[in-house]
């Protein structure tokens, strides 16, 4: 399987209205996270995740404590998660989670997204069976692989994959290790800060290779994908 930032939609938003929602996202899930329990990412593990989060994704400290100071508020905006899976050209599965005050115009969006660009969308469950949840954490390290798969087999964490890019380390985790992974690896390699920490979805059975042709329209829809406000995320498997 190839490093996840690889298959999964940019994280960095390339236009405007891609960084707005962005943003938008990220204010909604620290939100609900802090709305869940203490808005105190020392009491809240949840929120304290969330936080961490998008921070790797560059989101502002100023949109993250705004976010917090709303659910410490009287404020009762209620959101409704939903997910939605289909397949672009190729034969790519996609899997577009949502975060929604307004369903019919999540599904809206998310429906002329993939009709514009050469996508259908499927019944539930059509797609999911390509992605397994997964605990992926990227960090820079000049450690070895063997090092690091080792230390956190020793530890008890049951690791899936270790893989190394130049400087950069990816560990894949079940999610029942990820927590314990994260604080393994700051704790035996001085590892104060994460390029990615989240427990999500990775194919399961490699990529789908595509034409240059597709790969073009594929890029398209997944930026048309990221930059819709009710979208959270956004998974396929698509080798581009």
Partial sequence: MGRAHEVRASKIAKTNAAKSALYNRASKEI???AKSGV?????????????????????????ID???????????????AGRYE??????????????????KRAFSA????????????????????NFVRMGVIDFDSDKSVEEIEDDLILNDI?????????????????????????EQIA???GVQEFSEASVTLVPNSGLVKVSD????????????????????????????
């Fill in 31 to 33: 939100y609900m996270a």
């Fill in 39 to 63: 808005p105190d990412p020392n009491e809240n593990l949840a929120l304290r995740s969330a936080i961490e989060k998008w921070k790797a994704q560059h989101v502002t400290r100023d949109v």
């Fill in 66 to 80: 705004r976010a917090v100071k709303k659910a410490q508020s009287k404020d009762s905006a209620s959101y409704v």
């Fill in 86 to 103: 289909g397949f672009g050209p190729g034969g790519v599965a996609i899997i577009v989670d949502t975060l929604t005050d307004n369903e």
């Fill in 110 to 129: 998310v429906r002329a997204a993939f009709n514009h660009h050469g996508g259908n969308l499927g019944n539930s469950g059509c797609a999911s069976f």
């Fill in 158 to 182: 049951d690791v899936q994959n270790v893989e190394k890019d130049e400087n950069t380390i990816e560990v894949q985790v079940t999610p029942e290790s990820f927590e314990k992974a994260k």
């Fill in 187 to 189: 704790s035996d390699f």
């Fill in 213 to 240: 042709e597709d790969k073009a329209t594929i890029e398209n829809l997944l930026d048309t994908l990221d930059e819709i406000e009710d979208v959270q995320d956004v998974f396929h498997n698509a080798d581009i």
